[in-house]
């Protein structure tokens, strides 16, 4: 088990954000977590990252209790791209890419060849090349976001966390984007757990293994695609009437209003 | 989004390269700047006189010179030990400013402004004042009492930033405002209580060189060294602290550790630059900006460079404080400042609207 999250509860405030979850996650598996706003999905990708604290619970990575691993084990197991964060204008996006190798990186190592040509190369994939010689404070929310999944990427981390990837994508690059993060999972050849926080459904349905599908701080459904977008689970968690189809190439379910 | 194919793919990507050809030419600079500020002065000596006396010190040249003894003494008792005080105190000032500037993530943090320097002069003053006796041979009391009194400033200063709950520039430096004023005050109660007689020796409060010894610089040296090592070894992580600490954990930087090295170095490499010299402003935020303009923001490039600057620029500030008005002789914090408030009017127009994250 690459993550082990046994009976884990947030709080904010008084208000529960995460109300006793329990999950797991396996080797080789491409998560989605989906649901309505505030529902917990971005809390409990925090929480896994160690950004913060159940306030009960256990939350074991590779079977060490994650509340007792240095930032910088938890570093080289775990990358994460967050939502929407504040970044320095004046940095150029290698050096930003760059900040990914840290990990693997003593703290008078400075980076080697290597490291550039894994920068490199995850600039590359994102398809960001041609913005070397810009810098963060000069580029768009798109680009931004593509910035930041190079980054995990030059992480090299068996585990991935994203928080809404595509948020400022138009569609093509959304699926681009979204076609990227589950390349860059097989790559990692069944060892690797990508988790991600996302809103659109039929994205969720099409590239995902697994989905789990929150409410007010709880998972209501936790299984394939099929099995978790059903008619009767998004009407009465989103609210509102849909109707489900299947999608002709794919087989997976397609949810239109 | 086409897939580009770039004739320079290699380039993309330049692993980074330690600025070693400008560190050498800056210390090319600092040299021509201190034989300039050694030879140029009340009494104008040759820089070929500057020159000979420095290589037979340094027992590289064996003739005679002709120099009158009223020359020597100059040169080496008066002129020599001021121009090293100063390049020593700017480098600590740039190095310092630098890394204020990258911990708070505030292009505006100077030692002076953020209330750290007059920290340290209080804790100096308290030491001056106290009659314990403060030099023991090559130990000196002085900067430590200094950095004692920065770092109570600093973190004061650092809290009610955080407290305040307002990331904008503004609140560190008022913080800093707040509490320099506070310590200056305090001072300034002090130094109107003290003996009459000490009074004058407390002049090097006002900033300036003009008491000047071999002995201050060999006594902050230890200190400037220990924090200037800390600060450099700490520059590549000082590059991940620039994103939001929660990201930069992710990446595995264990920040509170980081913050806390760092505020310490800065603050004795502060503290160590204000014992002997005073209050001087501005060099700490002048030096990494233009940097920073000219080489962009990687620390490892930023931090040595902006020593190197501190040190040239307080050379030849030093060297227009006693000059411009000659035979009267500036505290050399007059001229700092006179090139500085306009320069810090500049950045704060430039990073209006940006936020604290900006940098």
């Known amino acids: 088990m690459v993550i082990d999250l046994q009976n884990i509860s947030f709080k904010y405030g008084s208000v529960n954000v995460i109300q006793e979850i329990t999950a797991h996650f396996n080797p080789g598996e491409l998560v989605s977590l989906v649901g309505p706003n505030g529902a917990g999905k971005t809390t409990l990708l925090k929480l896994i990252s160690g950004t913060l604290k159940p306030s009960s ?19 080289v197991w775990i990358s994460m791209v967050p939502q929407n964060p504040k970044l320095p204008d004046e940095i150029s996006i290698p050096d930003f890419v760059m900040l990914g190798r840290n990990p693997h990186l003593g703290l008078l190592q400075w980076e080697s060849k290597k490291d550039f040509r894994i920068a490199h190369k995850s600039m590359s994939l994102t398809e960001i090349d041609y913005l070397s010689k810009r810098k963060l404070g000069e580029i768009s929310g798109g680009e931004r976001q593509r910035a930041m999944l190079a980054l995990a990427i030059t992480q090299e981390s068996p585990i991935m966390l994203l928080d809404e990837p ?11 984007i979204i076609k990227l993060i589950r390349k860059i999972h097989e790559q990692k050849s069944g060892f690797g757990v990508t988790i991600l926080a996302i809103h659109d459904l039929n994205i969720a349905a099409q590239f995902s293994d697994r989905i789990l599908l929150f409410s007010k701080g709880s998972i209501a459904a936790d299984g394939t695609p099929k099995e978790v977008l059903t008619k009767n689970n998004i009407e009465s968690i989103y609210g509102s ?16 209003s | 989004m086409k897939s580009t194919t770039n004739t320079n793919d290699q380039d993309l990507v330049l692993p980074y390269k330690y600025p070693w050809n400008k560190i050498t030419i800056g210390i090319i600079i ?5 034989v300039i500020g050694v030879a140029v002065g009340s009494v104008y000596i040759p820089v070929t006189s500057v020159l000979l006396i420095l290589l037979s010190k340094l027992n590289l040249f064996n003739g005679s010179i002709e120099l009158t003894p009223a020359w020597h003494t100059i040169i080496w008792n008066i002129r020599f030990p001021r121009v090293v005080l100063a390049l020593l105190v700017g480098a600590s000032l740039g190095i310092s400013g630098a890394t204020y500037q990258g911990l708070f993530k505030n292009p505006l943090a100077d030692p002076y402004l953020i209330g750290v320097a007059s920290g340290a002069s209080l804790g100096a003053t308290i030491i001056f004042l106290s009659g314990i006796p403060f030099t023991y041979g090559y130990f000196s009391l002085l900067p430590i009492a200094s950095f004692c009194g920065g770092i109570v400033a600093v973190f004061i200063a650092y809290l009610i930033s955080i407290k305040s709950n307002n990331t904008h520039l503004s609140t560190l430096l ?16 002090l130094m109107l209580r003290s003996d009459p007689d000490l009074r004058p020796l407390l002049s090097w409060l006002m900033g300036g060189f003009i008491r000047a010894q071999w002995s201050h610089s060999i006594l902050i040296m230890p200190y400037i060294i220990i924090g200037v090592s800390f600060i450099l070894g700490y520059s590549r ?7 939001e600490e929660y990201y930069a954990e992710s990446l595995g930087v264990n920040t509170e550790k980081t913050k806390r090295i760092l505020i310490v170095s800065a603050t004795l490499v ?17 030096a990494p900006h233009i940097i920073r303009l000219l080489w962009g923001t990687d620390y490892r490039t930023l931090l040595p460079l902006s020593g190197l600057m501190g040190a040239a620029f307080l050379i030849l500030a030093d060297l227009a404080a ?38």
């Open chain 1, 241 to 256: 009437e849909v109707t489900i189809i299947t999608h002709p190439e794919h087989g997976t379910p397609v949810i239109i």
């Open chain 2, 237 to 243: 992580i000082l590059n991940t602290m620039q994103l």
């Open chain 1, 57 to 75: 619970g256990k939350i074991y990575i590779y079977d060490q209790l994650s509340h007792n691993l240095t930032n910088k084990k938890r570093a």
């Open chain 1, 166 to 176: 595509t948020s400022n994508l138009d569609i093509s690059h959304q699926i681009k």
């Open chain 2, 270 to 286: 502060t503290a160590a630059a204000v014992s002997f010299s005073g209050l001087i402003g501005f060099v700490g935020l002048i």
């Open chain 2, 174 to 189: 008022l913080a800093g405002l707040a509490i320099g004023a506070f310590a200056t005050a305090i001072t300034g109660i």
């Open chain 2, 322 to 359: 006693r000059t411009i008005v000659s035979p009267i002789e500036l505290p050399v914090g007059i001229i700092t400042a006179l090139v500085g408030s306009p320069f810090f009017v500049y950045v704060l127009l430039k990073t209006k609207g940006s936020t604290v994250d900006g940098y």
């Open chain 2, 30 to 34: 600092i040299f021509i700047c201190a």
